[in-house]
């Protein structure tokens, strides 16, 4: 099985910034992509930003400029760097990872999510 764990969400005022970690852990033989999604009060989840082995990332277009996905391959960890924040990007932050397992079985992952508020 993998495991996926998120840290770093927290409370912070309105163009201030936060950065966010994800890690995957257990029978991983390849991370095909990790990715951060969102869910605010009374809304659907929704992609924030995805990156792949290969390190191609694509964000939301609400994101862009402001967030920045990146990924260390040696820790199975990825980060969000969330920047110039603002009310509308609280929500609850949930990581996934696709990966390939030691059994060569595709798994796909979340994580239990970190709360993101930002205060105006």
């Known amino acids: 099985q993998v495991q996926v764990v998120e840290s770093g969400g927290g409370l912070v005022q309105a163009g201030g910034s936060l950065r966010l970690s994800c890690a995957a852990s257990g029978s991983i033989l390849r991370i095909n992509a990790m990715g951060w999604y969102r869910q605010a009060p009374g809304k659907q989840r929704e992609l924030v930003a995805t990156?792949?082995?290969?390190?191609?990332?694509n964000y939301a277009d609400s994101v862009k400029g402001r967030f920045t996905i990146s990924r260390d391959n040696a820790k199975n960890t990825v980060y969000l760097q969330m920047n110039s924040l603002k009310p509308e990007d609280t929500a609850v932050y949930y990581c996934n990872a696709d990966v390939i397992t030691d059994f060569y079985r595709p798994w796909n992952s979340w994580g239990q999510g970190t709360q993101v508020t930002v205060s105006s």
């Open positions: 990156i792949t082995s290969g390190a191609s990332t």
